[in-house]
T-cell receptor, first 113, second 116 residues
Framework: GENVEQHPSTLSVQEGDSAVIKCTYS??????FPWYKQELGKRPQLIID?????GEKKDQRIAVTLNKTAKHFSLHITETQPEDSAVYFC????????????FGTGTRLKVLA | NAGVTQTPKFQVLKTGQSMTLQCAQD?????MYWYRQDPGMGLRLIYY???????DKGEVPNGYNVSRLNKREFSLRLESAAPSQTSVYFC???????????????FGEGSRLTVL
């Protein structure tokens, strides 16, 4: 079946350093890859997404890269700040009339001041 | 504009009891979803509804039923609750994919269910 693997499960970085979270997916028909951030006790919220027709997308301090051949995609956060501390989820989906997302298991990022 | 509203926020059940989680969205979205979140397991799709009148199974549908009552409302029912169903449940909605819509999921605040 469809599967999304996410690594690492926990990540600690010093404030100002970069953080990278990696995901691999199994369904070769997947063509939409969003990332969600969930702060403690809150709901997940979309922070960035990428479609399969591009290899990289950037929004200020966050970027996502996609390698369709290898079925890998990654989230990059630069100049990390304490407010970046949260759980991050990747997901993969076929971009059809309804997205049926399969999520990764999440990465708990801790930014140490 | 409330977005996605779930009720109840907290519930404690005994094994074998039944209950319904309610979800409503006011964003005129076509698609609605129910997820469960467990430590170390991420968000797993239980059921989803592409449009009013249709529902489909997700990754973990066993032990659950759903009803898409109208475009706004999508309920999740546990007929005979089991301890394995202790979890945080999230309802979500998304617009139909198109040139403008990205398919972003808008989540409710979550419902924490404990089955004893």
């Amino acid at each position: 079946g469809e599967n999304v693997e996410q690594h690492p499960s926990t990540l600690s970085v010093q404030e100002g350093d970069s953080a990278v979270i990696k995901c691999t997916y199994s369904d070769s028909a997947s063509n939409y890859f969003p990332w969600y951030k969930q702060e403690l006790g809150k709901r997940p919220q979309l922070i960035i997404d990428i479609r399969s027709n591009v290899g990289e997308k950037k929004d200020q301090r966050i970027a996502v890269t996609l390698n369709k051949t290898a079925k890998h995609f990654s989230l990059h956060i630069t100049e990390t700040q304490p407010e970046d501390s949260a759980v991050y989820f990747c997901a993969a989906s076929r971009a059809s009339g309804t997205y049926k997302y399969i999520f990764g298991t999440g990465t708990r990022l801790k930014v140490l001041a | 504009n409330a977005g996605v509203t779930q009720t109840p926020k907290f519930q404690v059940l005994k094994t074998g009891q039944s209950m319904t989680l309610q979800c409503a969205q006011d964003m005129n979205h076509n698609s609605m979803y129910w997820y469960r979140q467990d430590p170390g397991m991420g968000l797993r799709l239980i059921y989803y509804s592409a449009s009013e009148g249709t529902t489909d199974k997700g990754e973990v549908p066993n032990g659950y039923n759903v009803s898409r009552l109208n475009k706004r409302e999508f309920s999740l029912r546990l007929e005979s609750a089991a301890p394995s169903q202790t979890s945080v449940y999230f309802c979500a909605s998304s617009p139909r994919v198109g040139p403008v819509n990205t398919g972003e999921l808008f989540f409710g605040e979550g419902s924490r269910l404990t089955v004893l």
